[in-house]
């Protein structure tokens, strides 16, 4: 079985703030994809980062940064210098080798960036 | 390129009434998923077709929830007869898949939000 646990679930800061999301996740899958999701208040989901198993390299774009740690089954994603657009709900989520092309959602972390 | 497009994108509608919820996947993309997201159970995954079959369909709900995928560009999701209790966001998504597994990332429509009173 699958699980993703986003342990927080509401964040606020203030502008400019820099701001982490945590992400957990459980696999028996030795190959295995992460996902992070922005939901913005419009509603529609937005894809924003793919990571595979095999790549524990952290990656940045922009003001994004994601880390993954298998050591600690974890997949963070660090927003630097948050904007007001920032503000969002964040999912992560989790695709194994044994799940077909299913993805398991966390339960999401509202983002709320104060002016 | 046309991203996933959902209609309609609001629905409102009695108890008892069926309900038909549209998706059109992204041209080229061979997989499509239904989800229901609620503030109670977050986002969940329905069913999904693989080239137009249904694979995995454990998510449905109950009887009264029905999925079909006649064509590679077309995909229907029926309530009937609906109840309150299904109001929820209906959010369609599809990937590109080779073979049997892919890890590709899902593409969403912006989702139909449905009321039923």
């Given at each position: 079985?699958?699980?993703?646990?986003?342990?927080?679930?509401?964040?606020?800061?203030?502008?400019?703030?820099?701001?982490?999301?945590?992400?957990?996740?459980?696999?028996?899958?030795?190959?295995?994809?992460?996902?992070?999701?922005?939901?913005?208040?419009?509603?529609?989901?937005?894809?924003?980062?793919?990571?595979?198993?095999?790549?524990?390299?952290?990656?940045?774009?922009?003001?994004?940064?994601?880390?993954?740690?298998?050591?600690?089954?974890?997949?963070?994603?660090?927003?630097?210098?948050?904007?007001?657009?920032?503000?969002?709900?964040?999912?992560?989520?989790?695709?194994?080798?044994?799940?077909?092309?299913?993805?398991?959602?966390?339960?999401?972390?509202?983002?709320?960036?104060?002016? | 390129?046309?991203?996933?497009?959902?209609?309609p994108r609001h629905e409102v509608t009695e108890m008892g009434q069926e309900v038909t919820l549209?998706?059109?996947?992204?041209?080229?993309?061979?997989?499509?998923?239904?989800?229901r997201?609620t503030?109670?159970?977050?986002?969940?995954?329905?069913?999904?077709?693989?080239?137009?079959?249904?694979?995995?369909?454990?998510?449905?709900p109950e009887?009264r929830f029905?999925?079909?995928?006649?064509?590679?560009?077309?995909?229907?999701l029926k309530i009937q007869p609906s109840e309150p209790r299904d109001s929820a966001v209906y959010?369609?998504?599809?990937?590109?898949?080779?073979?049997?597994?892919?890890?590709?990332?899902?593409?969403?429509?912006?989702?139909t939000r449905l009321t039923v009173l």
């Amino acid at each position: 079985a699958q699980k993703v646990t986003q342990a927080q679930t509401e964040i606020s800061v203030v502008e400019k703030e820099d701001v982490t999301l945590d992400c957990v996740y459980e696999t028996r899958d030795t190959t295995y994809y992460l996902f992070w999701y922005k939901q913005p208040p419009s509603g529609e989901l937005v894809f924003l980062i793919r990571r595979n198993s095999f790549d524990e390299q952290n990656e940045i774009s922009g003001r994004y940064s994601w880390n993954f740690q298998k050591s600690t089954s974890s997949f963070n994603f660090t927003i630097t210098a948050s904007q007001v657009v920032d503000s969002a709900v964040y999912f992560c989520a989790l695709s194994g080798n044994n799940a077909g092309n299913m993805l398991t959602f966390g339960g999401g972390t509202r983002l709320m960036v104060k002016p | 390129d046309a991203g996933v497009i959902q209609s309609p994108r609001h629905e409102v509608t009695e108890m008892g009434q069926e309900v038909t919820l549209r998706c059109k996947p992204i041209s080229g993309h061979n997989s499509l998923f239904w989800y229901r997201q609620t503030m109670m159970r977050g986002l969940e995954l329905l069913i999904y077709f693989n080239n137009n079959v249904p694979i995995d369909d454990s998510g449905m709900p109950e009887d009264r929830f029905s999925a079909k995928m006649p064509n590679a560009s077309f995909s229907t999701l029926k309530i009937q007869p609906s109840e309150p209790r299904d109001s929820a966001v209906y959010f369609c998504a599809s990937s590109r898949s080779a073979r049997e597994v892919t890890y590709n990332e899902q593409f969403f429509g912006p989702g139909t939000r449905l009321t039923v009173l």
